[in-house]
């Protein structure tokens, strides 16, 4: 019997970790009944995915199907595969669900992988894996970005991610720590975490509705080593907090979220800026991004580490130089307050508004889901293989909406809103 290994650490507390399970089906997902539900976790994680499937079958899941990835699995095919694998996805598992999305499963992926896991492993081979597996993806990936389904991605607190976070720590405290700030910004450290999070999406719909009534046609942002201007699409429609799919279910992609966003128009973006966090992408930290844009396109980009991973990024496809979204985050959030850095797009991208490079949602232009690809590229949508947000907001920055006309209305004020 190995039951011990699967136990959950005595440093998570089962309550909140149930009721993040509760929160996942509930307010992420809004599973509907005879839904099916495909599920991807790190095996570590296995404690939330038993709560999760329980919660998910007394909602009255159709069938719950969860696929488990394992540090030392994907470590092995670095060190023991030989080169041609690198080239190669699991493509058939992929097409496999494309068509579960095509007829309506719903979408959860837990997070808590090392974030550093390939920090020591050869770069090229992680990017020509990350780019055989993105295109495998794709089929797949497209129906999310379509939002044709309801979709979530949530986070457990693993040991092997938790000792990065806090390094200086005991592992049975670092485990407590990060489970403690994911059940905070999670919300499922409160009494009533549903009852919270439908007075939090109700916040940031009041964002969003004051944005999209402005019709905006382009933000400036101004701050140390930035000066930045972003033409939003034509018709860009707002998000934020809970949005309603293709399939008509109304759910909450990530858990936590404190942004609202939209598509920038990807040939109209101008000027330079300057990232205010570390990027943690595929186990290398990239810090201090400075890149400047000109009619829309990076021309230049530097980094203090890790730019040889960004340019390789930048490299990837044609789109991948061009802006997929921004997204507006006040400086006073409760993941900004954590001063935590989690190595983790999922909860750094909420400490800060960001800039995502790559691919753009089309559920954020207005009838997004009746517009044909020719129609977004069009109004100004990004295509591409990749989705990479990172952080250029502070308490330093501000943000002003620019109109047709040229008049300036403030948005942020010091990384507050206006």
């Not at 992929?94 to 020591?120: C, H, I, Q």
């Not at 990350?130 to 457990?156: C, H, M, Q, V």
Request: hydrophobic residues 40%.
């Amino acid at each position: 019997m190995t039951m011990h290994q699967t136990a959950t650490s005595p440093a998570i507390d089962p309550v909140k970790l149930d009721k993040l399970a509760q929160v996942a089906i509930r307010v992420g997902l809004n599973l509907q009944p005879g839904q099916d539900l495909f599920l991807t976790a790190p095996i570590a994680a296995l404690p939330l995915v038993r709560r999760i499937a329980e919660h998910a079958y007394r909602a009255g899941a159709g069938l719950v199907t969860p696929i488990f990835s394992d540090e030392e699995i994907t470590l092995a095919r670095y060190r023991f595969a030989p080169d041609e694998s690198f080239d190669r996805a699991a493509g058939w598992l992929y097409e496999g669900v494309a068509k579960a999305f095509a007829s309506n499963t719903a979408r959860l992926a837990v997070v808590g992988d090392n974030p550093m896991l390939l920090s020591g492993e050869d770069a090229a081979k992680v990017g020509r894996a990350s780019k055989a597996n993105s295109i495998a993806y794709r089929p797949a990936l497209e129906k999310i970005t379509g939002f044709d389904i309801n979709w979530n991605i949530l986070a457990y607190p693993s040991a092997s991610w938790a000792r990065q976070v806090f390094p200086g720590d005991a592992e049975e405290i670092a485990v407590a720590k990060l489970a403690d700030a994911i059940f905070a910004a999670s919300r499922v450290d409160l009494d009533d975490p549903i009852a919270a999070w439908t007075a939090h999406n109700a916040a940031l719909r009041h964002r969003r509705e004051w944005l999209n009534a402005q019709r905006f046609q382009a933000l400036r942002f101004r701050g140390p080593g930035t000066d930045l201007t972003v033409g939003l699409g034509d018709g860009h429609e707002w998000q934020g907090g809970s949005s309603t799919a293709r399939n008509g279910v109304t759910c909450n992609a990530n858990i936590p979220t404190e942004e609202v966003f939209t598509t920038p128009h990807a040939r109209r973006v101008q000027g330079h800026v300057s990232s205010t966090k570390p990027l943690s992408y595929q186990g290398t930290l990239i810090d201090n991004i400075a890149v400047r844009f000109e009619q829309g396109r990076i021309v230049e980009a530097k980094a203090t580490r890790g730019e040889e991973v960004l340019n390789k990024v930048l490299d990837t496809d044609e789109g991948s130089r061009r802006l997929g979204e921004v997204a507006l985050v006040p400086h006073s959030s409760p993941i900004s307050k954590s001063g935590l850095l989690f190595f983790n797009t999922l909860f750094d991208e909420n400490a800060a508004c960001h800039i995502a490079l790559g691919q753009c949602y089309s559920k954020c232009f207005i009838d997004g889901a009746k517009l044909t690809p020719e129609q977004i590229a069009e109004q100004g949508g990004n295509k591409s293989f990749i989705h990479i947000d990172w952080m250029i907001g502070s308490d330093q920055v501000d943000i002003d909406g620019l109109h047709t006309d040229g008049t300036a209305v403030p948005v942020f004020r010091q990384g507050e809103w206006a």
